[in-house]
């Protein structure tokens, strides 16, 4: 080859390259994102936020999303399009969903206090009270100890991108009573401890945060 057709190649090769890293820029990772289609809905509709103030003393924020059926549906079908699963992979991660759905209600929940020693919801002796409410004296103060901490991989934030990095965050999970699942009425859940009560309302229409990345309180 002579020196002009090595020049000519060598032009081509990275013409080349440089389209493909025009188009690596263009693509959207993750897709959809974050905020975007079916799941971010869903996870919106199911996620309230509450904070708590001594005067003007920031003492804590809370931020739950309660994981019903129809919250795990979701989840299960962006987390299949996001990892590109098999129909077989799908199915049984549903039918797993599906049968912890059937005995417990579960919320993810990110407590951020100003005294670490506060953000104990995983301990026995928690200086937190944590219970549900529901309308008519049913579930009234049904308490839960069963708080488990959940590692904040690249897998949780963005499936929940308003985890903040002062945060701890924990699986709450309360053992299902008959009748519907919480998703079917109101229901209010509460921390309550010598700093104050945290009350985060669900079935009442409003939808949750959605914050952007970095941000960690109101």
Same mark, same amino acid.
């Given at each position: 080859?002579?020196? *002009?057709?090595?020049?000519?190649?060598?032009?081509?090769?990275?013409?080349?390259? /440089?389209? =493909?890293?025009?188009?690596?820029?263009?693509?959207?990772?993750?897709?959809?994102?974050?905020?975007? /289609?079916?799941?971010?809905? @869903? *996870?919106?509709?199911?996620?309230? !936020?509450?904070?708590?103030?001594? %005067?003007?003393?920031?003492?804590?924020?809370?931020?739950?999303?309660?994981? =019903?059926? &129809?919250?795990?549906?979701? *989840?299960?079908?962006?987390?299949?399009?996001?990892?590109?699963?098999?129909?077989?992979?799908?199915?049984? %991660?549903?039918?797993?969903?599906?049968?912890?759905?059937? +005995?417990?209600?579960?919320?993810?929940?990110?407590?951020?206090?100003?005294?670490? +020693?506060?953000? #104990?919801? #995983?301990?026995? !002796?928690?200086?937190? %009270?944590?219970?549900?409410?529901?309308? =008519? /004296?049913?579930?009234?103060?049904?308490?839960? *100890?069963?708080?488990?901490?959940?590692?904040?991989?690249?897998?949780? +934030?963005?499936?929940?991108?308003?985890?903040?990095?002062?945060?701890?965050?924990? !699986?709450? %999970?309360?053992?299902?009573?008959?009748?519907?699942?919480?998703?079917?009425?109101?229901?209010?859940?509460?921390?309550?401890?010598?700093?104050?009560?945290?009350?985060?309302?669900?079935?009442? =229409? &409003? @939808?949750?945060?959605? !914050?952007?990345?970095?941000?960690?309180?109101?």
């Amino acid at each position: 080859m002579t020196g *002009r057709g090595i020049l000519a190649a060598a032009a081509l090769l990275t013409a080349g390259a /440089g389209c =493909g890293s025009i188009n690596a820029l263009k693509t959207k990772a993750p897709d959809p994102g974050t905020r975007e /289609g079916d799941w971010a809905a @869903v *996870r919106n509709a199911a996620t309230r !936020r509450a904070v708590l103030y001594d %005067r003007f003393v920031h003492r804590a924020t809370v931020t739950a999303t309660y994981l =019903g059926p &129809a919250e795990r549906r979701a *989840r299960v079908a962006r987390l299949a399009h996001w990892l590109d699963w098999t129909e077989e992979e799908r199915a049984t %991660r549903q039918k797993a969903e599906d049968a912890e759905a059937a +005995r417990y209600d579960d919320f993810l929940v990110a407590l951020y206090t100003a005294d670490h +020693r506060d953000n #104990d919801l #995983d301990s026995q !002796r928690s200086i937190w %009270r944590v219970a549900l409410d529901l309308p =008519g /004296g049913k579930g009234k103060d049904l308490v839960t *100890r069963d708080a488990k901490v959940q590692d904040v991989d690249a897998t949780l +934030r963005n499936l929940f991108p308003f985890l903040g990095p002062f945060e701890i965050v924990y !699986r709450v %999970r309360f053992p299902r009573m008959s009748g519907p699942p919480l998703s079917g009425g109101a229901f209010t859940l509460e921390l309550s401890s010598a700093l104050g009560k945290l009350e985060l309302p669900f079935g009442n =229409g &409003a @939808v949750g945060p959605d !914050r952007p990345e970095g941000a960690w309180t109101e």
